[in-house]
């Protein structure tokens, strides 16, 4: 039986670099700069955010399509350790020891000729909670979803396929829609029902089934568009996939959900994370993904990294240190 989770080195990384077209776009509204001080920490309420990078001649936008406190890490992060340690790592990297925060970036890239979104965000259903700003922040910066060419799933959770109908009908109404056939065919077997992916299987049937006929498959190295190929990265859910983006010698990596969180997924790759379905795999493709990453320098962006959730990595210890993007990108 073929290893899923092997990603060669070949396929994954042949360049490096990045540069960036435009700093980072906030939504200034009347009511952002009415906020009082109680409001500024209800994430329900905070500004639209967007940014722009230049990718050879590409144009690559990451746009927040919302961000959630949480209590008690140690319950999705570390689940192999004590909840002390997971306080400890956190305490270290200056972070509080008992909240975090996720942050969930779709990212748009426009090939001149494509328009390809990959993953759509919360959609309807996180709205009340202040999430699905997807099609709000792709107008902020320029586009309308029927402008939409190509939308990738890289995985079908929730916080992926939520914004993929409006109203019962398809949100971009001019895409085709591409994905994993791995991914697809776990998600809509019947089999799910009664088990703890039910939900899962609930929620793909409602969203990405209905675009079964506009719906294309690829496998491992498989060519999205010119300049984009998906790679498998099994074990965060079965078809789990990422994504290379190339133009003029210039690379990124989308990583979807490859690493969830920038300390404790990346610092200790080897902890267990709750969303991990397959938790061992996951684990594994993690440290292959982000060992090429780090020796190759290149810079990548991570769908719950801290926004714009683009960065680097470096060796450190027993896992990476997370680099930020600052101007590096911009020049």
């Not at 989770?5 to 042949?14: A, P």
């Not at 996180?126 to 699905?132: I, T």
């Not at 109203?167 to 089999?191: I, L, M, Q, S």
């Not at 027993?318 to 590096?328: A, T």
Request: hydrophobic share 40%; glycine share 10%; aromatic share 8%.
């Amino acid at each position: 039986m073929a290893d899923h989770s092997t990603i060669s080195r070949r396929s994954l990384f042949l360049a490096a670099g990045v540069t960036t077209l435009a700093a980072p776009l906030l939504m200034n509204r009347a009511g952002a700069l009415a906020q009082t001080e109680s409001d500024a920490t209800d994430m329900r309420v905070s500004p639209l955010e967007a940014r722009s990078f230049k990718l050879g001649s590409f144009r690559v936008l990451a746009i927040r399509d919302g961000m959630r406190a949480s209590d008690k890490p140690n319950e999705t992060y570390g689940l192999n350790q004590s909840a002390e340690a997971v306080g400890a790592l956190l305490t270290e990297n200056f972070l509080p020891a008992d909240k975090f925060v996720n942050s969930f970036t779709p990212t748009l890239v426009d090939t001149g000729s494509e328009v390809v979104l990959f993953d759509t965000g919360m959609g309807e259903g996180g709205r009340e909670a202040g999430m699905g700003r997807l099609l709000e922040g792709l107008k902020y910066a320029g586009y309308t979803a029927d402008q939409i060419s190509v939308v990738v799933i890289t995985h079908m959770h929730g916080d992926h396929i939520g914004g993929l109908m409006e109203g019962g009908k398809p949100a971009f109404p001019n895409a085709r829609y591409v994905t994993g056939r791995t991914e697809y065919d776990f998600w809509v077997n019947p089999e799910r029902m009664g088990t703890p992916a039910e939900q899962g299987h609930q929620g793909v049937l409602a969203k990405v089934q209905p675009l079964a006929e506009k719906l294309t498959f690829i496998e491992d190295e498989g060519q999205v568009v010119p300049g984009i190929t998906g790679l498998n990265a099994f074990g965060h859910s079965p078809g789990h996939m990422i994504f290379r983006v190339e133009s003029e010698g210039r690379a990124l990596i989308l990583t979807a959900d490859t690493a969830n969180h920038y300390v404790l997924s990346l610092q200790r790759p080897d902890w267990e994370v709750r969303f991990d379905m397959d938790k061992g795999q996951a684990a594994a493709t993690r440290k292959k993904v982000f060992d090429m990453i780090a020796a190759d320098r290149l810079a990548f962006l991570g769908y719950h990294m801290p926004f714009p959730a683009a960065g680097f990595v470096e060796k450190a210890g027993e896992g990476y240190r997370f680099v930020p993007v600052s101007y590096q990108l911009d020049l």
